[in-house]
């Protein structure tokens, strides 16, 4: 079974929306991060969420985690064609070794 | 900076071969993960090196193994392939590996298995 699960799979917007990605975990977090991938590359770091209520923004990405439900948002705000790809986020347990959620395609068209 | 470096891009192999990926982390850098990432399983952890010695190891067959030498680059190599081996091999790095710290992935080599 998959610790991270990320809904939806797929999203299609259009330019100019805006979107949630999440991130329900099945067991407790101990930290967050997220992830972008453009198809076939390596992984960009977004950020790193390691508090309860911790709120982190960079452009017009914004993160959030919620331990209580286990639960962390990404949320992009009027979107662009460059925001498209791969979103990820990624979390540790009671290992050093950082396991991935299933993953959120995201396409942009104008 | 640079960042990290893998080597090579991408690789065509055939069923029964053995293949050796390179990855070199961000210079100060002592800890290099190994991913493998595929359609159906996604990003799954291959296993972990810090200061030449394997710290954590995921799910996978003894075919794959991995090293790291002296200046911090990993190697993994992959014996006897399998057609499901034809993935894309991820490398990142960290400063310490501990929990906490943000892991800087490379652009990853593209392995293909015919």
């Known amino acids: 079974s998959q610790e991270l699960e990320q809904s939806p799979q797929s999203l299609i917007v259009q330019e100019g929306k805006n979107l949630t990605i999440n991130c329900t975990s099945s067991?407790?977090?101990?930290?967050l991060y997220w992830y972008k991938q453009k198809y076939g590359e390596g992984l960009i770091f977004l950020m790193m969420l390691q508090k309860g209520g911790e709120e982190k923004s960079h452009e017009k990405i914004t993160a959030k985690l919620d331990e209580k439900k286990q639960q962390s948002s990404l949320h992009i705000t009027a979107s662009q064609p460059s925001h498209a790809g791969i979103y990820l986020c990624g979390a540790h347990y009671n290992t050093d070794k950082l396991i991935f959620g299933t993953g959120t395609r995201l396409q942009v068209f104008p | 900076k640079a960042g990290v470096t893998q080597t090579p891009r991408y690789l065509i192999k055939t069923r029964g071969q053995q293949v050796t990926l390179s990855c070199s982390p961000i210079?100060?850098?002592?800890?290099v993960s190994w991913y493998q990432q595929t359609p159906g399983q996604g990003l799954q952890f291959l296993f972990e090196?810090?200061?030449?010695?394997?710290?954590n190891k995921g799910n996978f067959p003894g075919r794959f193994s991995g090293r790291q030498f002296s200046n911090s680059r990993s190697e993994m190599n992959v014996s006897t392939l399998e057609l499901g081996d034809s993935a894309l091999y991820l490398c990142?790095?960290?400063?310490?590996?501990?929990?906490?710290?943000?892991?800087?992935f490379g652009p990853g080599t593209r392995l293909l298995v015919l």
């Open positions: 067991k407790t977090l101990y930290g």
């Open positions: 090196y810090f200061s030449e010695t394997q710290r």
């Open positions: 990142a790095s960290l400063r310490g590996g501990a929990r906490g710290e943000t892991q800087y």
């Open positions: 210079s100060g850098h002592r800890s």
